[in-house]
């Protein structure tokens, strides 16, 4: 089963951006990709996904802020989050539709 690898959160000032990547041991090429967040005391909620043929779908909350993207050659997902929100605060997690799950990556908006 392919391993999964989040990178780029961080602290960021709210109205910031910041890119996450996920990196993926295996071919992602045919399958959906998905971007998930958890905030603390909060269950794991979706954020956005890709299909293969490159359709995407956001939660409404992100919806005109992040973009995901794919490259299936570099077998990255990149989620580009813009104007953040205190509210984006969470540990953000990519996966595949086997139930991989990356280590997850602290994205923190304060000022």
């Not at 951006?17 to 399958?31: H, N, Q, V």
């Not at 359709?55 to 077998?75: E, L, M």
């Not at 580009?80 to 086997?98: G, I």
Request: net charge positive.
């Amino acid at each position: 089963q392919a391993q999964l690898a989040e990178s780029g959160g961080g602290l960021v000032q709210p109205g910031g951006s910041l890119r996450l990547s996920c990196a993926s041991s295996g071919s992602i090429a045919a399958y959906d990709m998905y971007w998930y967040r958890q905030a603390p005391g909060q269950q794991r909620e979706f954020v956005a996904s890709i299909s293969n043929s490159g359709s995407t779908n956001y939660a409404n909350s992100v919806k005109g802020r992040f973009t995901i993207s794919r490259d299936n050659a570099k077998r990255t997902v990149v989620l580009q989050m813009n104007s953040l929100k205190p509210e984006d605060t969470a540990v953000y997690y990519c996966s595949n539709p086997f139930g991989s799950w990356g280590q997850g990556t602290q994205v923190t908006v304060s000022s």
